[in-house]
């Protein structure tokens, strides 16, 4: 950034490479953008984001992104009640929910262990998803979990302490690339993981 000679403009771009595949470049057009659009504009942007970070808050039950207490889909009677599908993001529910395939119930464990990053069972959702799992109304767990290497191990110890519940646990079948995230795999794809997914 040595080349944006104003302290102000620095900021900006410093702010935006704090966002998730935003790099020097692409923060600098951002930034760059931002600084060209009108003022009424730039005030609808700002309003936006307050109005959203004000307004949305994770879902009580599944701690998906919801405006309400509790999300559309967990207050969805017609969903299937003895599935649950397991996901790291509600980036991860929107993907699946674009498929139209899956019509059971999620919960979101909002990331995937990662010891080198401080990311332990304790600062993820496994607590409150055994606590839903013990409730006697699900019947099938569907771990559908990126296929890094974050994402086995998370996969692997959910296992472990799913195995003696007596629950069927499934996974997300071949199809995912390794290394993918979820969301941006195509819905064809992501239709197929789901359709053939594998008991553990």
């Known amino acids: 950034m040595t080349g944006i000679p104003l302290p102000t403009v620095q900021r ?25 659009l009108p003022p009424l504009e730039v005030q609808r942007l700002v309003e936006a ?3 959203a970070r004000a307004a949305v808050r994770p879902c009580a039950q599944c701690f998906s992104m919801t405006e309400d207490e509790v999300c559309a889909i967990c207050r969805d009677p017609q969903r299937a009640t003895g599935v649950l599908c397991v996901v790291e993001a509600p980036l991860n529910v929107w993907a699946i929910e674009r498929t139209g395939v899956f019509r059971g119930h999620y919960h979101v464990l909002m990331g995937v262990l990662s010891p080198l990053h401080g990311v332990g069972p304790e600062q993820l959702r496994v607590r ?8 006697g109304q699900y019947h099938e767990v569907i771990l559908a979990l990126s ?4 994402g086995e191990a998370t996969c692997t110890y959910l296992v ?3 195995k003696p519940l007596g629950l069927r646990i499934t996974r997300l079948a071949a199809g995912l690339p390794m290394g993918a995230d979820i969301e941006y795999v195509d819905e064809l794809t992501l239709t197929r993981a789901l359709q053939g997914r594998r008991e553990l």
């Open 128 to 135: 409150e998803l055994m606590d839903r799992l013990q409730s």
């Open 49 to 51: 984001i307050q109005t």
């Open 147 to 150: 296929p890094t290497v974050e």
């Open 12 to 36: 900006l771009v410093r702010v935006l490479m704090t966002l998730p595949g935003v790099g020097p470049r692409t923060a600098q057009r951002l930034a760059l953008h931002i600084l060209q």
């Open 160 to 162: 472990a302490q799913l």
